[in-house]
């Protein structure tokens, strides 16, 4: 492997890059392109770039990855931002998530850049405000993008194949009573009204069972209600967070709930969708010919703002994300950067 790729994911290491203050970043990852001869495209702190030979007649494949990172863990023992190696480990926040994964699918469009008679274009973007599912992201960068057949999307995976995602909702769900004194027969309690309701999201199961994600997940995790204690409350609030399938969109699944609670059924987005690409897909294919595994992922990435196949797949492995003392093996970056272009040629020449 070139060092270049290496001391690119140690500048990234260097430089501090939380969600929605990416600007610094972004200006590493264009000035690197620009050194490589690359035209390089920018929208906010997003960065993208498309194969020297790009023909708007043929599908175009996106790789994708992002550079913001959360804020470091306050268990840290060292500097999160060092970028230090140690035994063959790489430490520093974003090392694992997702610096490797940006880093390795840069290199992998780099090598694919002035290929001749490829079959796909190949596009790279390193967005912003992944960590914090922010607009301002894939999600403002996608439309601009030219059509996308499937993409590959940059998460640790210990470059295992990830093939589903589940979705996320947020309800806010208001059971409505009617006040009273509590020493009094009065009042119509939303409370006792609420519970009927999280009583229904503990035990519902939805018919639909993913072979990949299981079956739909729901979580009351909030509630509040009342102003005294001689009062009988007449409103309740409580919120559930709701995991999706490939067999429910967010908005199927969102009116099942609705039909089957009384309460009041607000949904704070129904944006970040489940997603899923099919075991037959040519890039799943490969990866399975180059000895990769397949998998469900219970967490949410960029994957849940695309509209096409995506596969999450990426050096690193997840259980170390946003834990103290990040770090990512050598190895495992380098050897990502060569199942990546090894899948892809499969694929794309």
Not at 134 to 155: D, H, R, S, T, W
Not at 193 to 201: G, R
Request: proline content about 5%; overall charge negative; aromatic content about 8%.
């Amino acid at each position: 492997m070139e060092n270049k790729y290496l001391n690119l994911l140690c500048e990234l290491i260097k430089t501090p890059s939380f969600s929605k203050e990416e600007h610094a970043t972004a200006d590493l990852l264009s000035n690197f392109l620009e050194k490589e001869g690359v035209a390089v495209n920018r929208l906010h702190n997003n960065v993208w770039a498309s194969n020297l030979l790009f023909d708007p007649l043929k599908p175009s494949v996106l790789l994708n990855s992002h550079h913001d990172t959360v804020m470091p863990n306050a268990a840290y023992t060292s500097d999160p931002f060092s970028a230090d190696i140690q035994n063959g480990k790489l430490y520093g926040l974003g090392s694992n998530d997702a610096g490797g994964a940006l880093v390795a699918l840069l290199a992998t469009f780099l090598h694919f850049y002035s290929r001749e008679n490829l079959k796909y274009n190949i596009i790279w973007a390193g967005t912003a405000e992944e960590e914090i599912s922010g607009k301002n992201g894939l999600e403002l960068l996608y439309p601009q993008l030219p059509p996308i057949e499937f993409a590959i999307v940059g998460e640790p995976t210990l470059m295992n194949m990830a093939i589903a995602e589940k979705g996320l909702m947020v309800l806010d769900c208001v059971a409505k009573g009617k006040a009273g004194h509590a020493a009094r027969e009065e009042g119509v309690n939303a409370i006792h009204k609420a519970m009927e309701d999280i009583e229904w999201f503990r035990s519902f199961q939805f018919p639909e069972v993913s072979d990949f994600l299981g079956p739909v997940k729901m979580s009351v995790t909030m509630i509040q209600a009342g102003t005294q204690h001689n009062v009988v409350p007449d409103t309740c609030k409580f919120t559930v967070d709701v995991r999706t399938t490939d067999r429910y969109s967010n908005n199927e699944a969102l009116e099942i709930i609705k039909k089957h609670v009384g309460s009041e059924v607000i949904p704070r987005s129904t944006r970040l969708k489940p997603s899923f690409i099919a075991p037959e897909h040519p890039i799943v294919q490969a990866g399975l010919a180059l000895g990769r595994t397949t998998y469900g992922s219970p967490t949410t990435s960029d994957q849940a703002l695309l509209d096409v196949p995506s596969l999450k797949m990426g050096p690193g492995d997840s259980a170390r994300s946003h834990s103290a003392d990040e770090f990512i093996y050598i190895q495992e970056f380098e050897e990502g950067i060569a199942l990546y272009i090894k899948i892809l040629e499969k694929v794309v020449s």
